[in-house]
Every structure is written in C-alpha cells, then in structure tokens.
C-alpha cells in the first residue's frame, strides 16, 4: 500500500489589523491628514500609537540647528508612534504626509494590554517592527554609500510599492522640493535626474500623478 500523501498546510492568512481591533473592542480614533500636514510634532507627548491605513508618511528628525533629516518612509500597514511602548515621554521625531493619508489612532494603554493578551498581534506587531528595522538600516546604507541618483530611484520605487504585483506604479503628485528632502540632495538634483529617469522610460509625469516602470527603474540601483 502506497504511503498516505501528506496533506498541504495552507499559507497563513494576511493577519488583519483593522478587523482584530474591531473585534477587541478597542475604541480607536480616526485621523485623516492632507499632503504636507503632520500627524505628530517632535517633543510632543508621546502617548499613542498609529496604524496607516491610506497614504505616505514619512518620519523626520529636526536637529537643532534647524536642518531636517528623513529618517524612514512608510506606507500601508505600518505602525508609527511606537516609540511609547518603551518609555518615550516625548516624541522623538516627527510624522508627516506625504500623500492624503487615513490612520487609526490607538491608546498607548490599548496597544499595550492588545499586545499582552493577544500572541497572536503580538507576533504580527513584533514581526512588523523587525522588518521596519531591518529597511530602516538598508536606508541608512544607501544613504551613506550609493549616489544621490540611486537614492533617489530607491525612493522612487519604495514610495512605488516595488515588489507588488505589476510592473508599472502610480504615485501621489509630489514636489520636487518634498523628493529631495526624502533623498537628502538638492532639487536642482532631484530635477535633472527626474529627466534623465523620464528620457530613458522610466518614469512618465505630466502635471499628474507620477507613474513609475518599476522593473525598469531597478535597473538603476545595480548599475
């Protein structure tokens, strides 16, 4: 007699934090932000946690001395504010709009009893956090080693979701300006490199929304 097959275990569901919240009977706080405002200022109290839902974020550190530095950008599904889990008083950096974006504002309070009584979001929320670092310090190396041009393409394709299903990407309109903060150049840079990216196919922009050739576009970050 043959042995018997083993049976496939199905991949795991995509752990959905909108509905658990829901569920829990958390009681969370809607927060929509037009393009340019801020979610959180730095040295602000510190007393909750946000969970993107729409848009772009990015998170700034402002020196004293006024010059402001891009630490991390975020999308759909990350966390920001968490820096109260650990102790912070204040907020250590600031989170600001990219694109329209839509959070859920939960409770420092709430988050942490969520994260004590329920493994199974403690697990997605520690997971998240890892990854959030590991591109964090990716973000870092380039930054510190790769050509303003290859910093921005990176940005470019980050922004554009690379590695999602498709080739080709829509991005929010944004200013030269707000991409060379991003990347930590100048938009005289920023300028000739957009034209360079759009005589060689790929980006396309007309006034509207910014379209991104992804496969295309990496090509640059191996040159």
Do not use: W
Not at 8 to 32: E, I, M, Q, W
Not at 139 to 154: G, I, P, Q, T, Y
Not at 163 to 190: C, D, F, I, Y
Request: hydrophobic letters at 45%; aromatic letters at 6%.
């Amino acid at each position: 007699m043959p042995a018997p097959r083993p049976r496939a275990v199905p991949a795991p569901l995509p752990f959905d934090v909108p509905a658990f919240l829901k569920a829990s009977g958390v009681t969370t706080r809607t927060v929509r932000c037009a393009t340019g405002s801020a979610i959180f200022a730095q040295g602000a109290d510190a007393n909750s946690v946000y969970l993107l839902l729409e848009g772009d974020v990015t998170l700034v550190v402002l020196s004293p001395a006024g010059k402001e530095a891009v630490v991390a950008m975020l999308g759909p599904g990350d966390f920001l504010g968490e820096g109260c889990l650990a102790g912070q008083k204040r907020r250590m950096g600031s989170a600001k709009a990219v694109a329209p974006a839509q959070l859920l504002r939960i409770t420092k309070a709430d988050m942490q009893r969520l994260l004590h009584d329920h493994p199974a979001f403690s697990d997605h929320f520690l997971g998240h956090m890892l990854a959030r670092n590991i591109r964090i310090e990716e973000d870092l190396v380039d930054h510190l080693f790769n050509s303003s041009e290859k910093r921005l393409a990176r940005t470019l394709l980050l922004l554009a979701r690379y590695g999602n299903e498709g080739t080709t990407h829509l991005l929010p309109k944004l200013s030269q300006e707000t991409l060379a903060e991003m990347v930590g150049t100048t938009r005289s840079r920023v300028n000739f490199f957009m034209n360079k990216f759009r005589r060689l196919g790929f980006i396309e922009y007309s006034g509207g929304p910014l379209k991104v050739n992804s496969a295309l576009l990496s090509v640059v970050l191996h040159d």
